[in-house]
């Protein structure tokens, strides 16, 4: 019998309730409502939280972030940098190992990071590792993958060499996308390398079972470094996108954790439940996106109308309770010498915003006596989302526009988005991967195209984000972004509404939870009563 194949008929077994030597009752479970169904769990292919939350249990990163949202040492031990910041040298940890059994090794990062900006991958996050020497010439086929800024010097030895000083890289390692994958396993099993039986992985746990639209089941990895310290022996965990049926769940303690719940209801969970309810302000922008391909909103005229009619000061109030603020930057507050950019409307009042909104329109051909315009807002599937969706609908109703609503499960909503689909509004929403506005102003280059939903191309804007990676001085730096932010704002091909909190039901049963802004909470890190 192969270390492998012991693996996973353990997985089976704890799963089937049948191991030997641990008694089923001894077993501590947690009961997860996700917020969604993950398209995908291939690092390689991940693009949104609802994965994340799910991957970074099965796979550890070089990095990772504590119970308090701070980055510390994962599979790697410690870190050193060079004089110029350029080239980082990683140790990886002597009990570093795969689910197999396995030693974790400086090549499997290696192949990992290559893997991701290898263009016949078409992974759609590859710009989180373009701070490696070469990685976006590599992933626009213009240099050999080999060529990649990422060298094992030994077995548990790496080398980072980037393009430039990048200092949040630590940031970017502990993402989802740098996750590192076993490379034997998807030499066997190709693109099933990621089902049951065959997936293989470094984290805290492993894959025991995938039902898709009903639930992931993960079981403790034996072989994680830490597992002595894992108070937790599984988690079954659900796509939970009905909102109302979660509270229903959770109340009834059938769920120990849920991401997302209806915010309108919060005072009524607060009574019920007290401070099982967390409400976490986050590093992140809840917008609309316009498609500037086709009419109306191929005419900023109409866009910035339809951004005008918005009252964000209602959606934030009245629909999030105040568990959302209302916003006029794309970027949000909170990053360390960044200065937002602001609409330049900001400053008026709802009323007025709405008379200029009408005389745009009529400017631009549309509304009274102009052309008709139909209009149709889609979103992911969330009850929140939806009372935005017909909020927003009866504002721009207002503007002579016949509004409808189309709504998706998140799985298929980004999916339509990142493909390209044509559609006239989109509901999105983007959470800091590292704290730098180039983070969120890179959603809107060209070049980018999965995340740059409304299809925005504008020369001089692609020119200043490329300016900024050439800038060394940090101050100035900021100032050249900023100037991005200003022109993304003008140009509106979208428009931010409200600056996003992380909305959680936990139990009190749950243990070494703390709320932190980067919404990571490892299951690792959790006990259960």
Do not use: C
Request: net charge negative; hydrophobic share 40%; glycine share 6%.
């Amino acid at each position: 019998m192969t270390v492998g194949f012991r693996a996973r008929l353990l997985a089976l077994l704890v799963v089937a309730g049948i191991g030997g030597a641990a008694p089923a009752l001894a077993e501590t479970v947690l009961h997860k409502g996700n917020g969604g169904e993950p398209q995908t769990l291939d690092p390689a292919h991940t693009s949104i939280n609802v994965e994340e939350f799910i991957l970074k249990d099965l796979f550890e990163g070089l990095t990772i972030y504590d119970a308090g949202g701070k980055i510390i040492p994962g599979a790697a031990e410690s870190w050193t940098v060079s004089p110029d910041g350029t080239v980082y040298t990683f140790k990886i940890r002597a009990g570093a190992a795969w689910s197999n059994g396995d030693p974790v090794t400086a090549d499997d990062f290696v192949y990992s990071f290559r893997r991701v900006e290898d263009p016949k991958e078409a992974a759609g996050y590859a710009n989180i590792l373009f701070p490696l020497k070469n990685a976006e010439a590599i992933n626009g086929g213009k240099a050999p993958v080999d060529t990649l800024g990422a060298k094992a010097v030994d077995a548990k030895t790496l080398e980072l060499t980037l393009e430039r000083p990048t200092p949040y890289l630590s940031q970017l390692l502990a993402h989802q996308t740098a996750l590192p994958v076993n490379k034997a396993s998807i030499d066997k099993f190709k693109a099933d390398f990621i089902k049951p039986g065959n997936m293989v992985s470094n984290g805290a746990y492993m894959l025991a079972e995938n039902v898709a639209n009903d639930h992931i089941t993960m079981v403790k990895n034996p072989h994680h470094w830490d597992a002595a310290n894992v108070k937790i022996d599984r988690i079954v965990s659900y796509p939970t996108e009905d909102q109302a049926a979660t509270q229903r769940r959770f109340l009834a303690s059938e769920l120990d954790l849920a991401y997302n719940f209806q915010a309108d209801q919060t005072a009524f969970l607060k009574e019920k439940l007290g401070d099982q309810v967390h409400i976490t302000p986050a590093t992140a922008t809840y917008y609309y996106v316009f498609d500037g391909r086709k009419p109306p909103f191929d005419d900023v005229r109409v866009r910035q109308a339809f951004s005008m009619a918005i009252d964000r000061d209602f959606l934030a109030d009245k629909i999030y309770a105040g568990a959302q603020l209302p916003t006029y930057s794309f970027v949000p507050d909170g990053i360390a010498g960044y200065t937002p950019a602001k609409l330049d409307f900001a400053d008026m009042s709802q009323l007025d915003r709405e008379d200029k909104a009408k005389a745009l329109l009529k400017e631009a051909g549309y509304g009274e006596g102009g052309k008709p315009l139909k209009v149709e807002i889609r979103y992911n599937t969330n009850e929140n989302h939806k009372k935005v969706a017909t909020a927003v609908a009866d504002m721009w109703k207002g503007l002579g526009a016949d509004v409808t609503i189309l709504n998706a499960d998140v799985k298929t909503h980004y999916a339509y988005l990142q493909e390209g689909g044509s559609f006239d509004v989109a509901r999105a929403g983007w959470v800091a991967d590292y704290a730098d506005p180039e983070n969120f102003l890179t959603l809107a280059i060209s070049s980018n195209k999965t995340f740059n939903y409304g299809h925005y191309s504008n020369p001089d804007y692609d020119a200043l984000v490329a300016k900024s990676y050439l800038e060394r001085d940090p101050a100035a730096r900021m100032k050249i972004l900023h100037d991005a932010e200003v022109m993304l704002l003008r140009d509106q091909s979208l428009t931010p509404m409200m600056n996003n909190a992380d909305l959680w039901l936990v139990s009190s049963k749950v243990k070494g939870w703390q709320d932190n802004a980067a919404n990571q909470h490892l299951t690792r890190f959790l006990s259960k009563e």
